[in-house]
């Protein structure tokens, strides 16, 4: 077997444990050297993706201590930051002779499936055929690739990240509604799995339209702006639409852990409705958990000034965010609803 074959073969259509397969009779070889499938991005496997050269983008392993040794095959748990999947490494290849990848990196290979089960609708898998299938290295020949907790950290604990003025690129998922709204400058937030950083330009928004769920790949340069770590872009790819987003974590705080990060709190109040900006403008808002107040800033860009000022208790969703002129950087920490559904009103 040589990748690149063109081949002729007779057999019998069979499946086994949901994969389709032709149980073989004969093998002619017609050619060699033809050009193979370039891989599909996809963002799930399933029946469409069986049999075919499929490429997952931004992932990471759930558990590095899954990577098979040497000569040993293994399944593989991989996740989007949402989703969670299986990667077949089979000992036939190369690829359990390399060394597991750390953080995100994108994956290709075969669409495969093993379900027992009737109906076989579960079970999907993806097998990369060899190393190159494991893609680390930094796209389209940009700047070093990091995931985004790892530019985010601050081991110092000074509030400032360690990777200020590092250029770098990233991958992960749009998260919210484009913060500047025009055609020369954008602001929005990408989470991975690793964490979430907001990604700004003011001068250019690359012809990019931003979408809640698309999968972005960013390039820039690390740098903070009133506490807020962010990347300063110097270019953004979209890679894919439709992505699964994170689901609001329950917080009673809002602090460094919040930032960039989708955030829930339940049961508050205002503090005094006639802050809610009217529509088109943009306003901070006190809200309360009856002992602490925080603040909710509410971006005109969003829909959320055009609503109603919401009467008594509710909960409230949204982008964690801080806007600290002081140093050091810890305090000025806000939640920021991205849309009218951020704001819960029927509380059971």
Avoid: K
């Amino acid at each position: 077997v040589v990748e690149g074959d063109s081949v002729h073969v007779w057999g019998t259509i069979g499946q086994f444990n949901g994969l389709t397969q032709i149980d073989l009779d004969t093998v002619i070889l017609a050619s060699s050297g033809n050009m193979a499938n370039t891989p599909m991005v996809v963002t799930m496997l399933d029946e469409s993706t069986e049999s075919e050269v499929v490429r997952m983008n931004g992932v990471s392993l759930v558990d590095p201590t899954q990577w098979p040794v040497a000569g040993s095959s293994a399944n593989v748990d991989i996740t989007d930051g949402a989703n969670t999947f299986t990667v077949r490494i089979d000992s036939d290849t190369d690829v359990d002779g390399m060394a597991a990848p750390a953080g995100m990196f994108d994956i290709a290979g075969i669409g495969g499936q093993f379900d027992r089960d009737t109906p076989a609708d579960s079970g999907y898998q993806l097998l990369p055929r060899y190393m190159a299938d494991v893609i680390t290295a930094p796209i389209m020949g940009g700047p070093a690739y990091y995931p985004i907790g790892t530019v985010t950290a601050d081991s110092n604990s000074d509030f400032i990240p360690d990777s200020i003025g590092v250029e770098c690129e990233l991958r992960g998922v749009v998260h919210g509604v484009d913060m500047q709204g025009n055609a020369n400058n954008i602001a929005f937030t990408m989470i991975d799995p690793t964490g979430g950083i907001a990604a700004v330009n003011f001068g250019s928004a690359f012809g990019y339209t931003v979408m809640e769920g698309d999968s972005v790949v960013a390039w820039g340069t690390i740098g903070q702006f009133n506490g807020l770590t962010q990347i300063d872009l110097d270019t953004v790819i979209m890679v894919s639409s439709g992505n699964t987003v994170q689901t609001p974590t329950v917080v009673t705080a809002l602090d460094e852990s919040t930032e960039s990060e989708v955030v829930r709190m339940n049961n508050v109040s205002l503090v005094t409705p006639a802050q809610w900006p009217a529509s088109g403008s943009s306003g901070n808002v006190d809200i309360t958990d009856g002992t602490n107040t925080f603040t909710v800033r509410i971006d005109s860009d969003t829909d959320v000034d055009g609503m109603p000022a919401p009467v008594g208790m509710f909960d409230i969703a949204g982008i964690g965010g801080q806007f600290d002129r002081d140093t050091p950087a810890d305090s000025g920490y806000q939640l920021l609803p991205r849309y009218m559904a951020d704001v819960i009103t029927t509380v059971i």
